[in-house]
């Protein structure tokens, strides 16, 4: 799961994770209908292989999502704020069962516990190249704590470097480990 | 024009006990008069039709020597109209719009094609006569021994009255059924969105066929000349030899086409003897050709010149051309790479996901000129060819450097600034403000201001909360991009 306010960069983190799969189609369920193919280019998704599927219907979403796991190599699907959370989990447990990598991507909600094997929490970001008026974007250093079972228990804070490339570098391994009791 | 029996005129095939003739898939393929009247139809599996009648003939179909012997009815034919093109052994389309004219109408031309062909191959022909190949095909199959040739007045009213099989869409066939869709006419008079939201694009390929346009779909301008020619030094001589190399002609054929995301439906090839004579057919399909299809074609073709009527290929083959025509991005033939299930679940699982969200909700995406974001993205519904309008090589001054914003939306969102002395020092998002770290711009943006597009200024808003690209226009601003 992607979770972070827009802004702090997990739209592209998914895009990247995305551009991993190589084979195949890759498919991105668009909730607001605002990713910018542009983005998913840059990091390295084929045109040709990048399907981009628009729902805002909550009542639709869940059957658009489990016919895109159904057929694409890996799948990110934004979450309605309206989803209910057994939709959420009944995709999840489809994902499990079909083996397609699901990237779950929440706007304005919370995911229910126990679905995401990996959560990616964006804390903050920062942007170098522009000054007061001058210059222009040019690299992102993000703060990203991970958790969830992949992680075994453990929180873990990770920072990322990104310059709009695929070629997002993790600077900071554990940059701060915090260590948790395995929630039940 | 269409020799039904055509695979059964086949030495110890009798002509007054059941027949049929069964292709490699182990369905019949062709069945004589005695045999359809025992209840065997074209399609069964072989183990079926002998179940209901135990002591039918059965020949294996030899497309190679069904060729040679069917060469002579091609021959006459094309002295007659040329450009015939050649689907299988018995079975041709001929464009007959100038032909016409030359022979003072349909009835005399028909006539005309009847005598010769009657002549060189006997009876057993239909001859379909119509606007359109699909529909063709069916006036000819509709006709009977008595009166073998039936010209259609008007396609889209005679294809109505056809039962729904008849568009040969297997898949989708059974479920128009239930849903009481039993003719042509009832599936073409639906609306095409319709059929495309809940069939996909077998569901459009079979409306547009009901339709009577049967057209290719999807077409393709060929962007340069793929045709491949080898020639050979020495001279082949020997049929295996030329369908060796068909094979890796055809294969080179079809890499090329893939690269450019097409398959042919059409094919013509050209073989030149030694002496100078060339000779050169048609091969048309209903389905795209693969490289397999091709080379049998062209070894069927090869084998009729050589051992069918005329001069044959005197001194042997010295060059051979294949060239592709009717090309389409429908049925392109996968890479060696590529997995064919894996592509037709893709296929099916995509079909299925464009059917709930409606054909403009599953999309994809090409790259071309733009100075904004938005301008850069070439949109087309997923299943259709890419539309690109603007050359995104070309130099586009001003346009909005990398990264991208992640986030562009459809039409711009107002957003707030708060400025202190013409700088930006916080933004509100959502209920809260956040401070500006630092920002980029301001950026002129004059717009097409000859369809009246106001100018405005883009900045880079740099927050703790991430970075924005807004502009401002009238003094109000909007949201044009987030950097997630």
């Not at chain 1, 702090?8 to 910018?36: F, I, N, Q």
């Not at chain 1, 890996?74 to 990598?101: C, F, Q, W």
């Not at chain 2, 182990?26 to 399609?43: K, L, P």
Request: with cysteine; hydrophobic share 45%.
């Amino acid at each position: 799961m992607l979770s972070g306010d827009p802004g702090l960069g997990m739209t592209r983190l998914g895009l990247v994770m995305l551009s991993g799969y190589t084979e195949g189609t890759v498919a991105y369920l668009d909730v607001r209908g605002w990713l910018s193919p542009v983005a998913a280019w840059e990091v390295g998704i084929d045109p040709d292989r990048l399907v981009i599927a628009r729902c805002h219907e909550v009542v639709r979403w869940g059957r658009v999502a489990a016919a895109l796991l159904d057929g694409a190599t890996a799948v990110m699907a934004e979450i309605p704020s309206g989803a209910k959370d057994v939709s959420i989990r009944k995709l999840a447990a489809l994902a499990r069962n079909r083996g397609t990598p699901l990237l779950l991507r929440p706007i304005d909600r919370l995911v229910p516990t126990g679905v995401a094997h990996l959560v990616l929490e964006a804390r903050e970001t920062t942007w170098t190249g522009t000054a007061e008026g001058h210059g222009r974007i040019e690299q992102r250093k993000t703060r990203i704590t991970a958790s969830g079972k992949a992680m075994k228990g453990m929180t873990r804070t990770i920072e990322m470097e990104d310059d709009g490339s695929n070629a997002l570098r993790v600077v900071s391994g554990v940059a701060a480990a915090e260590t948790r009791s395995a929630a039940g | 024009m269409w020799y039904p029996e055509w695979p059964l005129r086949k030495p110890g095939v009798p002509q007054d006990e059941p027949g049929q003739a069964v292709g490699a898939n182990g369905r019949v393929e062709a069945v004589n008069a005695v045999a359809y009247a025992a209840g065997i139809r074209r399609g069964m599996r072989r183990g079926e039709a002998e179940g209901i009648c135990p002591l039918v003939t059965t020949v294996e179909r030899d497309h190679s020597a069904e060729m040679v012997a069917f060469e002579r009815v091609v021959t006459e034919v094309e002295a007659l109209v040329p450009k015939v093109e050649i689907v299988e052994p018995g079975l041709i389309f001929v464009p007959v719009a100038g032909a016409v004219g030359y022979y003072g109408g349909e009835d005399l031309l028909v006539e005309r094609v009847v005598k010769e062909i009657d002549r060189v191959a006997g009876d057993g022909y239909r001859i379909g006569l119509a606007d359109g190949p699909f529909a063709a095909k069916h006036a000819a199959a509709g006709t009977t021994g008595d009166v073998p040739f039936h010209i259609v007045e008007d396609d889209a009213s005679f294809l109505a009255s056809l039962d729904i099989s008849a568009i040969d869409r297997e898949e989708v066939v059974a479920t128009f059924r239930w849903l009481g869709i039993t003719t042509l006419g009832e599936l073409a008079r639906l609306p095409g969105s319709a059929i495309a939201s809940r069939f996909g694009s077998v569901g459009l390929d079979a409306h547009r066929l009901a339709s009577g346009r049967d057209r290719l779909p999807n077409p393709r301008d060929l962007p340069v000349d793929l045709t491949v020619v080898e020639r050979f030094s020495p001279p082949l001589e020997d049929l295996e030899q030329a369908s060796f190399v068909a094979r890796a002609m055809a294969s080179r054929l079809i890499e090329a086409l893939a690269a450019v995301g097409a398959a042919p439906f059409r094919i013509v090839i050209e073989a030149e003897a030694v002496d100078g004579t060339t000779r050169s057919r048609t091969w048309r399909s209903a389905d795209p050709l693969d490289d397999r299809a091709i080379a049998e074609r062209v070894r069927w073709q090869l084998r009729a010149w050589i051992d069918g009527v005329g001069a044959g290929i005197r001194g042997g083959l010295a060059a051979l051309r294949i060239e592709p025509a009717d090309l389409s991005g429908v049925g392109r033939q996968l890479s060696l790479g590529e997995d064919a299930r894996a592509a037709s679940e893709t296929y099916r699982a995509l079909a299925e996901a464009q059917a709930i969200v409606g054909l403009d909700g599953l999309l994809q995406a090409h790259p071309q000129g733009g100075r904004e974001p938005g301008d850069r993205v070439a949109w087309h519904r997923w299943g259709e060819p890419p539309v690109r309008a603007r050359d995104p090589e070309a130099p586009w001054p001003g346009r909005v450097p990398g990264p991208s914003p992640a986030l562009v939306p459809p039409d711009p969102q107002p957003f707030h600034i708060e400025w202190d002395r013409g700088m930006p020092v916080r933004v509100r998002l959502g209920s809260r403000w956040v401070t500006v770290r630092s920002w980029a711009g301001p950026w002129r943006r004059v717009g097409r201001w000859w369809k009246g597009e106001e100018p405005g200024d883009q900045y880079q808003i740099v927050t703790s909360a991430g970075a924005f690209l807004c502009e401002i226009k009238n003094g109000q601003t909007w949201l044009v991009g987030i950097y997630d």
